[in-house]
């Protein structure tokens, strides 16, 4: 555990020679740390000085790109300002950063970022009417909070009055929220300030300089008080210092909100001239307007926009973790996007996070940095799909205790590696309804206390008379299992499991457990080990600090979501390699998916950027996307029984990872494949063999491929293959590039064999048959059937090594994904893949014939005509009746604010 003089002397060097944000030299760093280690206040052994020196340059070297912004034509108005602003709340925030150990190019690139952020709202030092409407995308626990903290600052430095930020719908968010504002911004605990003797304590940028302070009309312990604020004679007016308020999204409360704003701060004319700045944080959760046009905009919704409206000068900045954000998805229409007020008309700025960031491609990317995946394959029987509220939890699944158990073994691990006292949790999110969370809660308490009580009895005796008691032996052989390689021997972790084991705790986190379940600004001197045990709490924006296990085991349909329930994603510096996850196969291919996804999007705002497109021209993007169809389905299936979607293929690679599993439909389709290529036979298109070694046709007409699609029976669920509108939009495009087709009939390693005349090798795939939905998921890492690189299959080979140099240069060794291919394509491609799936080793009934499952691979064409996209007209009647809706059991309580 580093010293106290240690970490004085760490923060200290770091401090020094990040002031002007280069990487200093190992010389400077040397020089500095053995001038200052003879002061007695930095005083450590040769051994703790190693250690400090090494901590030290990684913390240097971490770095953060600049964000990517599309914007509407507008005037920069902040270089002008520069010299007459006095940027005393920022200053104090990035002395508040180096402080909390944040890397000094990370700290240095923020303040660049927000000043470009801040360059897009309103200058609110101009006249007259004006508004700024901007969305602000990062990656999911990536630092967004901290991001628009510094923003705060800066809107406040720069003349803005009033800050208003929207949490998510729950309280605890919002308390966690507020906390860090109060550390961030504001310098002062905001419980205390809104008590009536005004108690203030001094924290976090408090204590660094007190000479100014923001003030807060909310607090950690209450949400807007009308009563309160009015006792206490708050008015805008009045204020000298800029003023925030904290709000969850709330319908009362936001409406008591808006009336104490027009009763007690408007003039006569009923609006308030005061620049404002509302940051919505979660953006696409709640804010969004999900009712069909004819009715009233959802209650949340409606209430933004006539906050907004109560203000002559506003800027209003969603922040979200999607490019699949509700804003461009759920209007019904693209007019109506367009036409929304809080549409971000003005910019779109795409975050990028520093280089020490575990996000989505480093866990399921193809080429993950963490080896963190672990399988759950047996809880189905514990937590049913179909449970209800009511469900009685006998027992856990075997994998939940695995898991526990690595989560106890980690932090003897990290206690072994002298990371001091720091916050450590575990999440197990298995149900939506609060009274199985808690019923899990229970069951992995008294797990817990019977490990507690063994530790605390067996772990100090010699090591062989330890292993007689069953607890110890089942930690030592997940050990073996999980950290035998992470440095610490046995020896070393049983004498630290008393130290690593014994603070730990269990918390149900949910609406019926309160605001106080999860309360790490109380543990911030020692730290809380916690094991936290949630569902939709733990799923939107609430960060679990230390976060190194998770157990993850939900419905996986609505992957839109997903991203946002993966608490594992952010900064795991020092311990990442004892960070594990616990999902199901099939939920590591739909993570894996949106994950391909969300970059695809992302890459496609630094593309428009470079032709100077427009954050229309993004949310048109969106809306297109093929990915964007079932987040629409979610969104729409309560009201709606049909959704119309016009969707762009334009450069898109669609597959059917999701078959139908019943025998009758596998040989239809089979059937169905067999006499399309003997058609192509006998229509006197030959086949040859590829560079690569597949079986290819050149030269098929599109009318072909229409046929083969019309009579491919995909699965129901499958909302982005839709085989008929896919045939219906080939049968009718007068796009040139798609009249004439490649077909592919990718090899595999099956002994050969002979499909419709062609001497072929089935492709073996491991596969998931989900009895309840009657599929068969074909696997794959990304959840895609083609192997990486298939769709190179028609280039040239001269282009294809050409394009695969071009991208390592450009991406900086990165392995190409297939979009990359579909960009430099002339002609669309048809894969057949033929497959002989296996379930656990065993090989599944297809009735002697292979699995067919089909891809097609478009060319970039021009999509800007309706003509030249594919209507999906889909019924969600069915969708309805197959899958389980992912609601939480109890809605939270309304606050009537008052």
């Not at 709202?121 to 700024?132: F, T, V």
């Not at 911030?524 to 733990?538: D, I, K, P, Q, T």
């Not at 996804?597 to 032709?611: G, K, N, S, W």
Request: some cysteine; proline content about 5%.
């Amino acid at each position: 555990m580093p010293t106290r003089e240690a970490i004085l002397l760490e923060d200290v060097i770091v401090a020094t020679l990040a002031r002007d944000g280069a990487v200093p030299t190992e010389v400077e760093v040397q020089t500095l740390a053995d001038s200052l280690r003879g002061i007695p206040t930095y005083a450590v052994d040769d051994g703790e000085f190693a250690n400090v020196l090494r901590r030290i340059h990684a913390r240097l070297q971490i770095d953060m790109d600049t964000g990517t912004a599309i914007v509407e034509q507008y005037q920069p108005w902040l270089p002008g300002r520069k010299p007459e602003i006095d940027p005393y709340y920022w200053e104090r925030f990035d002395k508040y950063l180096k402080r909390q150990g944040w890397p000094p190019r990370v700290v240095a690139r923020m303040d660049q970022v927000t000043d470009d952020i801040l360059n897009l709202l309103g200058n609110p030092e101009a006249d007259g009417k004006w508004q700024r409407r901007g969305l602000v995308m990062g990656e999911v626990q990536s630092g967004k909070t901290a991001t628009y903290t510094a923003l705060s600052c800066k809107v406040a430095d720069a003349g803005y009055r009033l800050v208003i930020l929207l949490t998510g719908t729950m309280e605890n968010l919002r308390r966690q929220t507020q906390e860090r504002l109060d550390a961030g911004f504001v310098g002062l605990d905001s419980s205390g300030w809104l008590a009536r003797e005004r108690r203030t304590s001094e924290v976090g940028v408090g204590e660094i300089d007190r000479d100014r302070m923001a003030v807060v009309f909310t607090s950690r312990t209450r949400d807007f008080n009308t009563n309160l604020v009015n006792q206490l004679n708050l008015r805008i007016r009045d204020m000298a210092e800029p003023i925030l308020l904290v709000v969850k999204k709330n319908k009362r409360i936001l409406e008591n909100l808006e009336n104490w704003l027009r009763s007690y701060n408007a003039g006569h004319s009923g609006v308030i001239d005061t620049p404002m700045l509302l940051i919505d944080d979660e953006a696409d959760n709640a804010s969004v307007n999900t009712n069909p046009n004819t009715r009233d905009p959802t209650a949340i919704n409606e209430r933004v926009r006539a906050l907004l409206r109560l203000f002559t000068r506003t800027s209003y900045v969603g922040f979200t973790a999607t490019p699949f954000a509700n804003i461009f998805i759920d209007p019904d229409t693209e007019d109506e996007m367009r036409g929304n007020d809080l549409f971000p008309r003005d910019f779109i700025y795409a975050l990028e996070p520093p280089t020490n960031y575990v996000g989505p491609r480093e866990v399921f990317g193809d080429d993950p940095r963490l080896d963190c995946l672990r399988e759950i394959d047996d809880a189905e029987s514990h937590f049913p799909a179909s449970h209800r509220s009511g469900y009685v939890v006998d027992e856990l699944p075997c994998s939940l205790y695995e898991a526990l158990r690595t989560f106890v073994l980690a932090n003897a691990v990290r206690d072994l590696r002298g990371e001091g006292p720091s916050h450590r949790s575990m999440l197990v999110n298995v149900s939506r309804f609060t009274n199985v969370q808690d019923q899990v809660a229970e069951l992995l308490d008294q797990e817990v206390r019977q490990m507690q009580q063994d530790i605390r009895n067996y772990s100090r005796l010699p090591v062989d008379q330890a292993m007689r008691n069953r607890n110890i032996l089942l930690l030592q052989e997940t050990w073996g299992r999980e950290f035998a390689d992470a440095g610490p021997d046995w020896h070393a972790i049983q004498s630290a499991l008393v130290d690593a084991a014994l603070p730990v705790v269990v918390k149900a986190v949910n609406q019926r457990t309160g605001t106080a379940s999860l309360d790490f600004a109380a543990h911030r001197h020692s730290g809380l080990r916690v094991v936290a045990v949630g569902g939709n709490s733990l799923s939107r924006g609430l960060t679990l600090e230390g976060l190194c296990v998770s157990y993850f085991f939900r419905n996986t349909q609505m992957y839109d979501t997903l991203l946002q329930m993966g608490r594992w994603f952010g900064y795991r510096d020092g311990y990442g390699d004892l960070c594990r996850v616990w999902l199901t196969d099939e939920a590591v291919h739909w993570y894996a998916h949106i994950a391909n996804a969300t970059d695809e999007l992302r890459d496609e705002i630094r593309r428009m950027r470079a032709f100077d497109l427009t954050p229309k021209d993004f949310g048109l993007k969106v809306r297109s996307h093929p990915d964007s169809l079932l987040v629409t389905a979610r969104n729409k299936m309560r009201m709606a029984t049909e959704i119309e979607r016009v969707i762009s293929v334009s450069g898109e690679g669609l597959e059917t990872p999701q078959l139908r599993s019943d025998v009758a439909t596998i040989l239809a389709n089979a059937k169905a494949a067999a006499e399309f290529l003997d058609g192509l036979a006998t229509a006197g298109i030959p086949h040859e063999t590829s560079p690569w070694g597949n079986t290819i046709w050149h030269g098929v007409p599109k009318t072909s491929v229409a046929s083969m699609l019309r009579r491919f029976l995909s699965h129901p669920l499958d909302f982005v293959f839709q085989q008929d509108f896919l045939a219906a939009f080939l049968e009718n495009t007068d796009e040139p590039c798609l009249a004439s087709w490649d077909v592919l009939l990718p090899s595999g390693k099956e002994e050969e064999t002979e499909f419709a005349g062609v001497r072929c090798r089935l492709q073996r795939r491991k596969v998931t048959v989900n009895a309840a939905t009657r599929s068969i998921l074909v696997s794959g890492r990304s959840r895609r059937v083609g192997s990486r690189g298939i769709e190179r299959e028609g280039l040239r080979t001269e282009d294809v090594h050409r394009i695969a140099e071009e991208y390592r240069v450009a991406s900086g060794g990165k392995s190409i994904p297939d979009s990359e291919y579909r960009r430099h394509r002339e002609r669309p491609l048809l894969l057949i893949h033929l497959i002989a799936p296996t379930e656990e080793g065993n090989r599944v009934d297809t009735g002697g014939q292979p699995l067919v499952a089909l891809g097609l691979s478009f060319p970039r064409f021009d999509d800007t005509s309706v003509a030249r996209r594919v209507r999906y007209d889909i019924n969600l009647v069915a969708f309805r009746n197959m899958f389980d809706m992912e609601v939480d059991d109890e809605p939270e309580a309304e606050d009537d604010g008052i």
